[in-house]
Protein backbone atom coordinates (compact mmCIF):
# COMPACT_ATOMS: atom_id res chain seq x y z
CA UNK A 1 0.00 0.00 0.00
CA UNK A 2 1.09 3.37 -0.91
CA UNK A 3 1.60 5.96 2.11
CA UNK A 4 1.75 5.33 5.90
CA UNK A 5 -0.48 2.64 7.49
CA UNK A 6 -2.93 3.57 9.88
CA UNK A 7 -2.74 2.78 13.40
CA UNK A 8 -5.96 2.28 14.06
CA UNK A 9 -8.89 0.36 12.39
CA UNK A 10 -11.67 1.15 14.66
CA UNK A 11 -12.25 4.58 16.67
CA UNK A 12 -10.08 3.56 19.64
CA UNK A 13 -9.05 -0.23 18.97
CA UNK A 14 -5.64 -0.57 17.50
CA UNK A 15 -4.65 -2.88 15.08
CA UNK A 16 -2.77 -5.21 17.37
CA UNK A 17 -6.07 -5.30 19.08
CA UNK A 18 -8.37 -6.04 16.88
CA UNK A 19 -6.55 -8.56 14.90
CA UNK A 20 -6.69 -10.36 18.26
CA UNK A 21 -10.21 -10.16 18.59
CA UNK A 22 -11.24 -11.75 14.75
CA UNK A 23 -8.28 -13.97 14.94
CA UNK A 24 -9.65 -16.04 17.60
CA UNK A 25 -12.77 -17.21 15.23
CA UNK A 26 -16.43 -16.89 16.26
CA UNK A 27 -18.70 -13.88 14.62
CA UNK A 28 -18.30 -10.26 14.37
CA UNK A 29 -19.47 -7.69 12.17
CA UNK A 30 -19.69 -4.29 11.34
CA UNK A 31 -22.81 -1.87 9.55
CA UNK A 32 -21.18 1.18 7.97
CA UNK A 33 -17.75 -0.10 8.09
CA UNK A 34 -14.32 2.32 8.33
CA UNK A 35 -12.72 3.28 6.22
CA UNK A 36 -9.73 0.64 6.54
CA UNK A 37 -9.45 -2.82 8.09
CA UNK A 38 -6.72 -5.03 7.95
CA UNK A 39 -7.74 -9.31 8.65
CA UNK A 40 -6.38 -11.97 8.87
CA UNK A 41 -6.08 -15.08 6.79
CA UNK A 42 -4.90 -18.63 6.03
CA UNK A 43 -3.35 -19.88 3.17
CA UNK A 44 0.55 -18.91 1.10
CA UNK A 45 -1.44 -17.16 -1.73
CA UNK A 46 1.40 -14.48 -3.21
CA UNK A 47 0.61 -10.30 -3.50
CA UNK A 48 -2.30 -9.28 -5.04
CA UNK A 49 -3.89 -5.60 -5.56
CA UNK A 50 -7.22 -6.22 -6.66
CA UNK A 51 -10.41 -3.20 -6.77
CA UNK A 52 -13.74 -4.66 -5.94
CA UNK A 53 -16.67 -2.85 -7.41
CA UNK A 54 -20.23 -3.98 -7.53
CA UNK A 55 -23.45 -2.29 -8.25
CA UNK A 56 -22.70 -0.05 -11.28
CA UNK A 57 -25.94 0.35 -12.76
CA UNK A 58 -25.71 1.89 -15.66
CA UNK A 59 -27.34 4.30 -17.51
CA UNK A 60 -27.65 7.25 -19.39
CA UNK A 61 -29.70 9.66 -17.35
CA UNK A 62 -28.84 12.20 -14.78
CA UNK A 63 -24.65 12.24 -15.62
CA UNK A 64 -24.45 8.79 -15.00
CA UNK A 65 -21.88 8.89 -18.10
CA UNK A 66 -19.89 11.48 -16.56
CA UNK A 67 -19.96 9.80 -12.98
CA UNK A 68 -18.65 6.32 -14.12
CA UNK A 69 -15.63 8.60 -15.77
CA UNK A 70 -14.56 9.82 -12.60
CA UNK A 71 -15.05 6.70 -10.53
CA UNK A 72 -12.85 4.70 -13.78
CA UNK A 73 -9.98 7.82 -13.33
CA UNK A 74 -10.33 6.53 -8.77
CA UNK A 75 -10.20 3.11 -9.78
CA UNK A 76 -7.03 3.44 -12.34
CA UNK A 77 -5.14 5.49 -9.36
CA UNK A 78 -5.43 2.67 -7.09
CA UNK A 79 -2.93 0.35 -9.42
CA UNK A 80 -5.17 -2.61 -9.42
CA UNK A 81 -3.43 -5.67 -10.51
CA UNK A 82 -7.25 -7.06 -11.07
CA UNK A 83 -10.38 -5.57 -10.79
CA UNK A 84 -13.62 -8.02 -9.53
CA UNK A 85 -16.93 -6.94 -10.60
CA UNK A 86 -19.96 -8.06 -8.05
CA UNK A 87 -22.44 -7.58 -10.42
CA UNK A 88 -25.59 -5.11 -11.63
CA UNK A 89 -23.19 -3.55 -14.10
CA UNK A 90 -26.50 -2.06 -16.14
CA UNK A 91 -29.58 -1.42 -14.67
CA UNK A 92 -33.34 -2.65 -14.85
CA UNK A 93 -32.20 -5.11 -17.15
CA UNK A 94 -34.27 -7.60 -15.87
CA UNK A 95 -37.63 -6.14 -17.00
CA UNK A 96 -35.90 -4.64 -20.10
CA UNK A 97 -35.40 -6.10 -23.54
CA UNK A 98 -32.24 -6.18 -25.58
CA UNK A 99 -32.93 -3.32 -27.53
CA UNK A 100 -34.01 -1.11 -24.66
CA UNK A 101 -30.85 -1.69 -22.79
CA UNK A 102 -28.14 -1.97 -25.23
CA UNK A 103 -27.11 1.61 -24.77
CA UNK A 104 -26.38 0.47 -21.13
CA UNK A 105 -24.06 -2.44 -21.85
CA UNK A 106 -22.30 -0.04 -24.21
CA UNK A 107 -21.85 2.33 -21.67
CA UNK A 108 -20.89 -0.39 -19.14
CA UNK A 109 -18.37 -1.90 -21.30
CA UNK A 110 -16.97 1.15 -22.12
CA UNK A 111 -16.84 2.16 -18.31
CA UNK A 112 -14.97 -1.51 -17.56
CA UNK A 113 -12.12 -0.82 -20.41
CA UNK A 114 -11.38 2.42 -18.96
CA UNK A 115 -10.03 0.51 -16.25
CA UNK A 116 -7.12 -0.50 -17.98
CA UNK A 117 -6.77 -4.01 -16.35
CA UNK A 118 -8.26 -7.57 -16.42
CA UNK A 119 -11.95 -7.54 -15.32
CA UNK A 120 -14.13 -10.59 -13.83
CA UNK A 121 -17.81 -10.39 -13.33
CA UNK A 122 -20.36 -12.12 -11.66
CA UNK A 123 -23.99 -11.68 -12.94
CA UNK A 124 -26.53 -9.47 -11.02
CA UNK A 125 -30.13 -9.33 -11.09
CA UNK A 126 -30.35 -6.38 -13.11
CA UNK A 127 -27.79 -8.78 -15.66
CA UNK A 128 -30.85 -10.63 -16.65
CA UNK A 129 -32.52 -9.12 -19.74
CA UNK A 130 -35.51 -9.54 -20.42
CA UNK A 131 -36.31 -11.74 -18.01
CA UNK A 132 -39.76 -10.75 -16.92
CA UNK A 133 -40.80 -8.06 -19.03
CA UNK A 134 -44.14 -6.23 -18.74
CA UNK A 135 -44.40 -5.20 -22.51
CA UNK A 136 -43.08 -7.81 -24.08
CA UNK A 137 -42.24 -12.28 -24.29
CA UNK A 138 -39.69 -12.84 -21.51
CA UNK A 139 -36.37 -13.90 -23.02
CA UNK A 140 -35.95 -17.88 -22.52
CA UNK A 141 -32.48 -17.32 -22.15
CA UNK A 142 -32.23 -13.87 -19.84
CA UNK A 143 -28.51 -14.74 -19.12
CA UNK A 144 -27.65 -15.05 -22.91
CA UNK A 145 -26.73 -11.32 -23.06
CA UNK A 146 -24.32 -11.15 -20.20
CA UNK A 147 -22.44 -13.79 -21.62
CA UNK A 148 -22.17 -12.70 -25.22
CA UNK A 149 -21.47 -8.85 -23.56
CA UNK A 150 -18.94 -10.11 -21.23
CA UNK A 151 -17.21 -12.96 -23.61
CA UNK A 152 -18.15 -16.27 -20.79
CA UNK A 153 -19.08 -19.38 -21.55
CA UNK A 154 -20.86 -19.42 -18.38
CA UNK A 155 -22.23 -17.56 -15.55
CA UNK A 156 -20.35 -19.23 -12.99
CA UNK A 157 -16.69 -20.30 -13.17
CA UNK A 158 -12.91 -19.72 -11.55
CA UNK A 159 -10.04 -18.75 -12.03
CA UNK A 160 -6.76 -18.66 -10.65
CA UNK A 161 -5.10 -15.39 -9.28
CA UNK A 162 -1.81 -14.89 -8.13
CA UNK A 163 -2.25 -18.14 -6.49
CA UNK A 164 -5.66 -17.29 -5.12
CA UNK A 165 -8.86 -19.36 -6.59
CA UNK A 166 -12.04 -17.16 -7.18
CA UNK A 167 -14.85 -18.66 -7.80
CA UNK A 168 -18.00 -16.57 -9.37
CA UNK A 169 -21.31 -17.69 -8.35
CA UNK A 170 -24.73 -17.05 -10.43
CA UNK A 171 -27.63 -16.93 -7.53
CA UNK A 172 -30.09 -15.57 -9.67
CA UNK A 173 -33.29 -17.58 -9.80
CA UNK A 174 -36.47 -16.34 -12.29
CA UNK A 175 -39.26 -17.16 -10.22
CA UNK A 176 -41.89 -14.25 -11.19
CA UNK A 177 -43.93 -14.40 -7.66
CA UNK A 178 -44.22 -11.40 -5.76
CA UNK A 179 -40.53 -11.40 -5.03
CA UNK A 180 -39.90 -12.03 -8.79
CA UNK A 181 -36.69 -13.70 -8.46
CA UNK A 182 -35.02 -15.48 -5.26
CA UNK A 183 -31.22 -16.20 -4.06
CA UNK A 184 -30.36 -19.56 -4.65
CA UNK A 185 -27.54 -21.81 -5.91
CA UNK A 186 -28.93 -24.53 -7.80
CA UNK A 187 -28.19 -27.96 -7.86
CA UNK A 188 -26.45 -27.80 -11.15
CA UNK A 189 -24.28 -25.18 -9.97
CA UNK A 190 -23.74 -27.12 -6.25
CA UNK A 191 -22.35 -30.23 -8.33
CA UNK A 192 -19.86 -27.70 -10.32
CA UNK A 193 -18.94 -25.94 -6.85
CA UNK A 194 -18.52 -29.39 -5.07
CA UNK A 195 -16.18 -30.35 -7.81
CA UNK A 196 -14.33 -27.08 -7.81
CA UNK A 197 -14.05 -27.82 -4.17
CA UNK A 198 -13.01 -30.93 -4.33
CA UNK A 199 -10.38 -30.27 -6.52
CA UNK A 200 -8.47 -27.72 -4.61
CA UNK A 201 -5.23 -28.10 -2.40
CA UNK A 202 -6.11 -28.09 1.05
CA UNK A 203 -4.25 -25.21 1.69
CA UNK A 204 -5.02 -23.50 -1.54
CA UNK A 205 -6.91 -19.64 -0.38
CA UNK A 206 -10.24 -19.37 -1.84
CA UNK A 207 -12.34 -16.30 -3.08
CA UNK A 208 -16.09 -16.43 -3.52
CA UNK A 209 -17.80 -14.01 -5.57
CA UNK A 210 -21.94 -13.73 -5.33
CA UNK A 211 -23.83 -11.28 -6.52
CA UNK A 212 -26.11 -12.18 -3.56
CA UNK A 213 -24.98 -12.06 0.02
CA UNK A 214 -24.14 -15.21 1.38
CA UNK A 215 -24.30 -14.00 4.78
CA UNK A 216 -24.86 -10.34 6.14
CA UNK A 217 -26.11 -8.26 9.33
CA UNK A 218 -28.01 -6.21 6.85
CA UNK A 219 -31.22 -6.82 8.27
CA UNK A 220 -30.64 -7.40 11.74
CA UNK A 221 -28.74 -3.60 11.73
CA UNK A 222 -31.50 -1.97 9.81
CA UNK A 223 -34.70 -3.39 10.96
CA UNK A 224 -34.58 -5.83 14.17
CA UNK A 225 -32.79 -8.22 15.86
CA UNK A 226 -35.01 -10.95 14.81
CA UNK A 227 -35.97 -10.04 11.24
CA UNK A 228 -35.03 -11.63 8.19
CA UNK A 229 -33.91 -11.27 4.97
CA UNK A 230 -36.30 -11.46 2.00
CA UNK A 231 -35.77 -14.10 -0.35
CA UNK A 232 -34.56 -11.96 -3.34
CA UNK A 233 -32.53 -10.27 -1.09
CA UNK A 234 -30.03 -13.15 0.32
CA UNK A 235 -28.75 -16.61 -0.93
CA UNK A 236 -31.49 -18.39 0.68
CA UNK A 237 -29.23 -22.21 1.06
CA UNK A 238 -25.91 -19.72 1.80
CA UNK A 239 -25.37 -22.51 4.33
CA UNK A 240 -25.30 -25.23 1.96
CA UNK A 241 -22.90 -23.88 -0.23
CA UNK A 242 -20.60 -22.03 2.57
CA UNK A 243 -20.40 -26.36 4.49
CA UNK A 244 -19.25 -27.30 0.78
CA UNK A 245 -15.79 -25.77 2.29
CA UNK A 246 -14.86 -27.71 5.32
CA UNK A 247 -11.55 -28.63 5.12
CA UNK A 248 -10.28 -26.05 2.72
CA UNK A 249 -9.37 -22.14 2.94
CA UNK A 250 -12.14 -20.21 2.27
CA UNK A 251 -11.00 -17.06 3.31
CA UNK A 252 -12.94 -13.97 1.84
CA UNK A 253 -16.31 -13.89 -0.11
CA UNK A 254 -17.13 -10.46 -1.88
CA UNK A 255 -20.53 -10.30 -1.92
CA UNK A 256 -23.04 -6.94 -3.21
CA UNK A 257 -27.07 -6.14 -3.62
CA UNK A 258 -27.43 -4.46 -0.58
CA UNK A 259 -25.78 -1.31 -1.67
CA UNK A 260 -23.48 -0.83 2.21
CA UNK A 261 -20.55 -0.72 2.86
CA UNK A 262 -20.52 -4.17 5.36
CA UNK A 263 -18.06 -6.32 6.91
CA UNK A 264 -18.77 -9.82 8.54
CA UNK A 265 -16.59 -12.05 10.11
CA UNK A 266 -17.58 -15.51 10.88
CA UNK A 267 -15.10 -18.50 11.42
CA UNK A 268 -12.50 -17.47 10.02
CA UNK A 269 -13.62 -16.36 6.87
CA UNK A 270 -14.33 -12.30 5.71
CA UNK A 271 -17.62 -11.66 4.34
CA UNK A 272 -17.35 -7.92 2.92
CA UNK A 273 -20.39 -6.57 1.14
CA UNK A 274 -19.11 -4.14 -1.42
CA UNK A 275 -21.03 -0.74 -1.17
CA UNK A 276 -22.39 0.30 -4.79
CA UNK A 277 -20.61 2.55 -7.53
CA UNK A 278 -23.82 3.88 -7.72
CA UNK A 279 -24.76 4.64 -3.80
CA UNK A 280 -28.22 4.61 -3.77
CA UNK A 281 -29.31 3.91 -7.16
CA UNK A 282 -28.18 7.16 -8.33
CA UNK A 283 -29.98 9.08 -5.58
CA UNK A 284 -26.24 9.81 -3.28
CA UNK A 285 -25.52 7.63 -0.06
CA UNK A 286 -27.31 4.43 1.34
CA UNK A 287 -27.36 3.78 4.65
CA UNK A 288 -24.12 6.27 5.05
CA UNK A 289 -22.51 4.20 2.21
CA UNK A 290 -21.51 6.75 -0.12
CA UNK A 291 -20.97 5.90 -4.46
CA UNK A 292 -17.48 3.76 -4.11
CA UNK A 293 -15.60 0.99 -4.09
CA UNK A 294 -13.12 -1.57 -2.26
CA UNK A 295 -9.37 -2.13 -2.69
CA UNK A 296 -7.78 -4.73 -1.10
CA UNK A 297 -3.96 -6.03 -1.14
CA UNK A 298 -4.42 -10.26 -0.25
CA UNK A 299 -0.95 -10.91 0.78
CA UNK A 300 0.66 -14.12 2.06
CA UNK A 301 -1.99 -14.46 5.36
CA UNK A 302 -3.81 -11.54 5.70
CA UNK A 303 -6.62 -8.60 3.75
CA UNK A 304 -5.67 -5.48 3.33
CA UNK A 305 -9.27 -3.68 3.10
CA UNK A 306 -10.17 -0.20 2.44
CA UNK A 307 -13.51 1.45 0.67
CA UNK A 308 -12.77 4.56 -1.58
CA UNK A 309 -15.73 7.25 -2.06
CA UNK A 310 -14.93 8.48 -5.62
CA UNK A 311 -16.67 12.26 -4.93
CA UNK A 312 -19.67 12.45 -6.89
CA UNK A 313 -22.82 14.09 -6.07
CA UNK A 314 -26.23 13.00 -6.91
CA UNK A 315 -28.02 14.44 -10.02
CA UNK A 316 -30.95 12.25 -10.02
CA UNK A 317 -34.18 14.68 -9.75
CA UNK A 318 -36.31 13.92 -6.36
CA UNK A 319 -38.95 11.52 -6.28
CA UNK A 320 -38.19 10.16 -9.91
Not at 50 to 74: C, K, Q
Not at 81 to 97: C, K, S, Y
Not at 102 to 126: E, K, P
Amino acid sequence: MKGRRSSTVLGGVSRREFLKLVAAGGAWACLGWPARAILPIGGSGRRLRLVFLTDVHARLEWGVPRALERAGAAVRAQEPEVVVAGGDLITEGFDRTADQVSARWDLYLSFQRSLGTDVFAAIGNHDLVGADPPDAVAEPDPRREFRERMGIARTYYGVTLAGYRFLFLDPVQVTRDRFRYHGRIPPEQLDWLREEVASLHFDTPVVVVSHMPLLTAFYQATRRGTAAAPPNRVVENGKEVLALFRGRNLVLVLQGHLHVNEMVRWRGVTFITGGAVCGKWWRGAWYGTREGFGVLLLEGERIDWRYVAYGWEARRPAGV
